[in-house]
């Protein structure tokens, strides 16, 4: 008899074109209020940084989350999740700039810079922070939410962007390059530059869906355990993957920074990874969260190749 496969309880691939498709959406309104909010020198190429692909993973994580903690799914709260989309295009806008990584690829394309030149870039990605907090707020106005959800909701979204989340990792990135550090700085790095915006995307779609404390609790925690997988992740497939398949350029490894390859070696870190993703999930579960989409998008995290 051949043993027959259990079916997967969530089709991954059908999930993110789908989730995806409506985020492409979400975006492009975004950018039709940017055209009229900003003059055409800041909205081009915050327009090029903003509608170049990539996995759109941060506003996925936060619409599976507010589903997960029982929002009914409609255009206003992937306007949520492109608001956090925003913050991360403006991030790379400046990450990619000449006086920080110089980097000309980002997503198979130009970098912004290399198109619209370095002053109107560093110009429109500061533009885009104040935006995003403004299509946030028009968001969770559109989700119904009351004044101290959109607070927090508001408030959360700088939070992570801000000196003790994103912009505080990139700092201490900055600070460390040229020279090696142990595994507590870099997780503590990592935590701050990519972890802080990718448990905020879950955190702010449980604040939106009125999730509890524990509940909340247990996003924040996935979002640790899915922030350190993620960059291990990124790291693997920086010193596996040719630049052409990567779609950016320099790597890290050219840049001279620490990363957990260079850290523990290529095995340790594949199996460091996939362990932050399972505790990652562990920590859904013990919140007593069932959210099958979820633990498929922990998965995609370490298996993706992109
Ligand atoms: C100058 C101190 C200072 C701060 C400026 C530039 C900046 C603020 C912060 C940058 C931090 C940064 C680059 C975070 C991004 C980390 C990251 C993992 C990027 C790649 O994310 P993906 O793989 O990208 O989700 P895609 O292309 O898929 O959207």
Wanted: charged share 25%; hydrophobic share 45%.
């Amino acid at each position: 008899m051949t043993a027959r496969r259990r079916r997967p309880a969530i089709d991954l691939e059908a999930l993110l074109r789908d989730e995806r498709a409506e985020v492409e959406r979400a975006l492009a309104r975004a950018c039709e209020w940017l055209g009229d909010e900003l003059p055409d020198e800041l909205f081009q190429p915050a327009r090029h940084a903003v509608l170049s692909g990539g996995k759109r993973l941060r506003p996925v994580l936060c619409v599976v989350a507010y589903r997960a903690c029982g929002g009914s799914t409609g255009p206003a709260v992937y306007d949520l999740g492109a608001a956090i989309e925003l913050i991360h295009a403006y991030s790379l806008m400046h990450d990619d700039l000449p006086c920080m990584d110089d980097a000309d690829l980002r997503r198979g394309q130009p970098t912004p810079h290399t198109l619209f030149g370095e002053e109107a870039t560093a110009r429109a990605g500061l533009a885009l922070i104040p935006a995003a907090s403004l299509w946030a707020l028009r968001a969770s106005n559109a989700l119904g939410a009351g004044d101290a959800v959109s607070r927090r909701i508001v408030s959360r979204l700088n939070r992570a962007a801000g000196a003790g989340g994103m912009v505080g990792g990139q700092a201490l990135d900055l600070l460390a390059e040229g020279r090696g550090l142990d595994s507590t700085d870099l997780d503590r790095l990592h935590h701050m530059k990519t972890g802080a915006l990718l448990t905020a995307s879950l955190v702010i779609g449980g604040i939106a869906a009125g999730a509890s404390d524990t509940t909340l609790d247990g996003l924040e925690s996935f979002g640790c355990g899915i922030g350190l997988a993620f960059q291990v992740t990124d790291d693997i497939l920086d010193a596996t993957e040719v630049a052409a398949d990567l779609g950016k350029h320099p790597s890290d490894d050219l840049l001279g920074k620490s990363t957990y390859v260079s850290l523990y070696g290529l095995e340790e870190a594949m199996k460091r990874a996939r362990v932050h993703a399972e505790e990652a999930t562990e920590a859904l579960r013990g919140a007593g969260l069932d959210a099958p989409a979820l633990i498929a998008l922990a998965s995609y995290v370490v298996e993706r190749r992109k």
